[in-house]
């Protein structure tokens, strides 16, 4: 293998990931961020988000001199030294205007460094960014000596070294075989499967994956409304129909929706991509206002287990990350459903293991405690909005013992409900009969 110079642009989680994974496969990289306080915190070897294994392969990509940070892309590209061979862009493209992404971040940063690229180098795009992506930057760049190659990322939060170092898949798409196949070979050592392909077709393979992952779990949530209506239970339908190995067993779980960094904007970005080429994508359309009508189904069982109007009543939510495993709050369903409460007037008061204190401007409206037990003081209801496994291993005697009223609606069917009547709450699932 060679060990490429590479500088990524982006410190956040796909971009920190990418940089100590590469390094950790033998590269040499730099890894850039236009965040100064960010750079400084990962010199000093602080790794300012939840990943297993994260801080681990920054700390040995560093003592091993593979691995370095600095602010600005430009910085990345100029370093003295032997010429940086490719450039990986990490960079976040959020739900624009219209549902559109916004590439801004993409094109500031092409237009910063575009002119101070050696000839030969690799511009790489890991963000998601819409299908003609990689021909506008090149376009952008202006230079037949820059090839620019899509290489979309399809790791998780949570797991993202894991899922870095062990791929279902590699996609690389480029206009250029040359560039593709040096791209490719980045990962050799994975010996995970490789498609090579053209750049658009890359570009659309993470949206139509993002977007079919979505629909999954709406047509999983819609399923478990109608269990609950006839009187059948979505766990026991949904092992039914994962056993059948074309659907599979995973992204089977009913929930309070789907949210996070990625599904919400990508599924609008991609509706928005169609529309502009005059293509109806109903499927997902019908996906996004299913997760709107789940997030209602939780706000309906909430006011069911309190017995009326939440108007003044003090409702207790276990989880606001987006899921178990990350601190990730972005576009979190629990935070969507919490919106909902505070919207009838619920008072809110949460707990999640990853968040012990309240984050500004994102959980605002609910009070934030760092002890389980005193999410359930004096409460009506608790709702377990996300999946942390812990939330299993609750003291849910104390818990009911410091409650207004023993009442749990468990909106990710995560609990026991035989631990959790025994204990003396009662208990409500989603779709269980
Ligand atoms: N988070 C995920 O699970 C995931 C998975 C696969 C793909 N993606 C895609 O990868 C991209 C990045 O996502 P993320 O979650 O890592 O985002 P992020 O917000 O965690 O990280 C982006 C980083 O880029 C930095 N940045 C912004 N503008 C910059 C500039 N001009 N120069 C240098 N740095 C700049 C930010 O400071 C931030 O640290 C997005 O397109 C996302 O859709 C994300």
Redesign the pocket.
Known sequence: MFARRIAV?????????TAACLASLGHHVVC????AD?IARLRRGEVG?LEPGLPELVTEGVAAGRLSFVV??TAAVTRPGLPVEILVL?????MGEGGA?DLR?VR??VD?VGALLPAGCVVVN????PVGTAATTAGLLGRADVAVVSN??????GS?VHDFLHPDRIVVGSASQGAAERVAALYARLGAPVLLTDAASAEMV?YAANCFLAMKLSYVNALAGLCERLGADVLEVTEGMGHDRRIGQTFLSPGPGWG???FP??TRALLQIAESVGVDMELVAASLRQNDTTRELVVTKVRAAVGGPLAGRRIGLLGLTFKAGTD?L?DSPALAVAALLRAEGAELVGYDPAHPAAVPGVTDGIEVVDDPIDVAKGVAALVVLTDWPQFRALDWAALAGVADAAAVVDARNLLDPDVLRRAGFRWTGLGRG
């Open positions: 642009v982006g410190a956040g989680y796909v971009g920190l990931t850039a961020d236009i965040d960010k988000i600005g892309a990490c960079l976040p493209t959020p992404a971040a500031a940063v910063e890991k963000s998601t960014v979309p990322e399809f790791l998780r939060e993202a993470k996070g960094s990625c904007k990508d990730d972005r």
